[in-house]
């Protein structure tokens, strides 16, 4: 079954970018350590919550917040897509993505994705992972 | 008729858990597998009038088995006609019967164990899972033991039988690497049934003492299936040796006895001796933790012959061991207790308001009751009396209450 990691973590200003070059390099790896199991589908790191649009319709009008759905300390950095074979596995994965800058901890949320049946989801998704 | 409900209530009692985990093992599905073993039993009180069978246990099983693959079809067929709609939801997805019973049914227990105590899923619903599927408790029962709607916890078990289906919650012993870990939340889950069961507080005190049985039984289950496992040998002694103290901890006009003047020729002997085997067995494995060594502390007080003879000494090196182990307010408090005990009540309070001195323990009654005890055996009445009012304003248990209204009325009287 494929499970999303949804990452938190605190967006900081002041990460150098020797810091970064670490947290993606451990990224990398742990990506590669999928990819050589068979289960990875898909991981993208995003922008940080400054940039963030949020969207609602309301009748017949778009309506748009500058930000984040929610402000909260800790935003949505990335995700995972990962094929497990149960919560205990995904588990697993989840503790070894990296989270923190500079100490500050972040959060892994476990979410089963829902399949819907018809196509394979799954297998689209691995052309998106080579791009 | 009666005679033959109590005698179908006795087996679903006795062999539930061990039926549901094979039906559970059988068709990965709590909803089916139970409805299965429900549908069963209600058969049983019509086939049986005309005689019981050699072995109900086995006749259930049988009926239930069967009735779980007419359902599983049902599932299917449902399914392919639900296929014109988009979405499936994962529930209703593969429910394929695993016809392989190799595997033994006590391993489909201790499987059913670790899924309902699954440290994915919060803490109240492991419990009422473990109690619903392996205890065999019934909601409502469940529901009057923790003083909950009934439809709370009905909706409680729902949502974690859904989130079991629907994240995967593994179905397994989990491996080795991750054992200690997950072996733990299963013991704190039957720690925590046994605790709100003995806890002379509200409620129907039948379907408490139904709750520490229940913690007794699956504990001594794990232990079974699990041999040599010092902290689960250590879990069922420390229950076993205080649940040998029932009958006396609380008297007739429902006032809570102090542990020096309970009747310790009531105390429970069958009891004691098993949970004093345990411990020492548990010990002698050298791979101690605080289970094992809360049992041997009531071991200790299972020991004394009377009051008096308690080993405190022993007990407060118990208790130190334990603050390092497993450091909480209420096992230094009672560290103290046992140090004012051994060495004399000033030592105690000494150490006492040490730990009340950052002011963490302000809110917590039993801080001012063990303040209040020591300070009443120091003839310190004024300062007792206001720490047992202290207390008293802290706690709504009515059992804890009368006790403490009963030390205040006695210093009132003695000035």
């Known amino acids: ?131 | 008729m009666d005679d033959l409900r109590s005698t179908v209530e006795a087996v679903f009692r006795r062999e539930s858990g061990r039926i549901i985990a094979g039906l559970i093992g059988m068709s990965r599905s709590f909803d089916l597998a139970e409805e299965a073993m429900q549908d069963a039993f209600t058969a049983a009180l019509i086939h049986w009038q005309d005689g019981l069978p050699d072995n109900p246990s086995a006749w259930i099983t049988a009926a239930a088995q069967r009735k779980l693959v007419d359902y599983v079809r049902r599932e299917q067929t449902r399914r392919t006609k639900a296929d014109q709609l988009r979405y499936e939801t994962t529930s209703t997805k593969n429910i394929e019967l695993d016809h392989d019973m190799t595997s033994s049914r006590e391993d489909e227990r201790l499987k059913l164990i670790f899924t309902c105590c699954h440290p994915a899923l919060n803490k109240e619903a492991q419990v009422a899972l473990t109690l619903r599927t392996l205890g065999g408790l019934t909601t409502p029962e469940i529901a009057r033991a923790f003083l909950i709607p009934e439809t709370t916890l009905a909706q409680r078990l729902v949502r974690a039988k859904r989130k079991i289906q629907e994240a995967r919650i593994p179905y397994q012993v989990p491996p080795k690497d991750a054992l200690p870990q997950r072996l733990g939340a299963v013991q704190a889950v039957l720690y925590l049934i046994f605790n709100e069961g003995y806890t002379a507080s509200m409620g129907d005190s039948l379907v408490r003492r139904e709750l520490c049985a229940e913690a007794i039984g699956l504990a001594r289950t794990l232990c079974e299936l699990m041999p040599n496992v010092p902290e689960s040998m250590g879990l069922l002694a420390l229950m076993l040796l205080h649940d040998s103290r029932r009958d006396t901890r609380v008297a007739g006009n429902g006032e809570l006895v102090p542990l020096e003047e309970q009747d310790r020729m009531r105390w429970n002997a069958v009891q004691i001796k098993e949970g004093l085997r345990l411990v020492e067995a548990a010990l002698r494995l050298r791979n101690v933790g605080a289970y094992q060594l809360q049992a041997a502390i009531a071991a200790v007080h299972a020991g004394a012959k009377t009051a008096a003879d308690t080993d405190w000494k022993q007990i407060a090196a118990l208790y130190q061991e334990l603050v390092k182990a497993h450091p909480s307010a209420t096992v230094a408090l009672n560290h103290a207790v046992a140090v004012a005990m051994s060495e004399g009540p000033a030592e105690g309070l000494f150490l006492l308001d040490g730990l009340g001195a950052c002011g963490a323990l302000d809110d917590y009654y039993l801080y001012h009751a063990a303040r209040a005890d020591l300070l009443r055996r120091m003839q310190r009445k004024t300062e007792a009396t206001a720490a047992y009012q202290r207390a008293l304003a802290l706690t709504a248990n009515a059992v804890e209450r009368r006790y403490l209204r009963r030390r205040i009325d006695e210093l009132a009287n003695s000035c």
């Not at chain 1, 898909?42 to 940080?48: F, G, S, W």
């Open chain 1, 1 to 131: 079954m494929r499970y999303m990691l949804l990452i938190y973590s605190r967006e900081n200003e002041s990460v150098t970018p020797g810091e970064m070059a670490e947290v993606a390099a451990a990224h990398r790896a742990l990506m590669e350590e999928a990819g050589r199991r068979g289960i990875f589908r898909a991981a993208d790191p995003l922008q940080p919550a400054s940039t963030a649009t949020t969207v609602r319709v309301q009748g017949r009008d778009v309506l748009l917040t500058d930000g984040p759905f929610a402000e909260t300390k800790e935003q949505l950095a990335g995700y995972y897509i990962l094929d497990c074979e149960d919560l205990d596995e995904a588990i697993e994965w989840a503790a070894k993505i990296p989270t923190s800058c500079q100490g500050a901890p972040g959060y892994v949320e476990i979410r089963p994705i829902r399949e819907m049946s018809g196509h394979s989801p799954a297998n689209a998704d691995v052309h998106a992972v080579n791009g």
